[in-house]
Nanobody, 121 residues
Framework: QVHLVESGGGLVQAGGSLTLSCAAS????????MGWYRQAPGKQRMLVAG???????TYADSVKGRFTISRDNAKNTMSLKMNVLRPEDTAVYSC???????????????WGQGIQVTVSS
């Protein structure tokens, strides 16, 4: 099975920066879309940023201009650079990937375990 592991979460003060990383491993043939979701206490999970294999990006309105998503297709890794962080950015962040496994014929969704990002005021 494909596994995704996030890293880089933690506590940061408002106005600061933090970079999250996601590494995919396992029998990967190709990863199509990759992205970051977040869920705050009492809130529904939402898409923060996404990126296609071809490089097209999508951002939530609340993070446009502050967050930047990137990916390295050769390494099967993805990053989310978060600048000018606000307390409302506090949430559990999860990376996701739509991947075709080696020998597979369909694309399936995979998720990381989620990491905590806390922004203090």
């Amino acid at each position: 099975q494909v596994h995704l592991v996030e890293s880089g979460g933690g506590l940061v003060q408002a106005g600061g920066s933090l970079t999250l990383s996601c590494a995919a491993s396992g029998p990967i043939f190709r990863i199509n879309n990759m992205g970051w979701y977040r869920q705050a206490p009492g809130k529904q999970r939402m898409l923060v940023a996404g990126m296609t294999l071809g490089g097209t990006t999508t951002y939530a309105d609340s993070v446009k201009g502050r967050f930047t998503i990137s990916r390295d297709n050769a390494k099967n890794t993805m990053s989310l650079k978060m600048n000018v962080l606000r307390p409302e950015d506090t949430a559990v962040y999860s990376c996701t990937a739509e991947a075709v496994t080696s020998g597979g014929v369909i694309t399936e969704d995979y998720w990381g375990q989620g990491i905590q990002v806390t922004v203090s005021s």
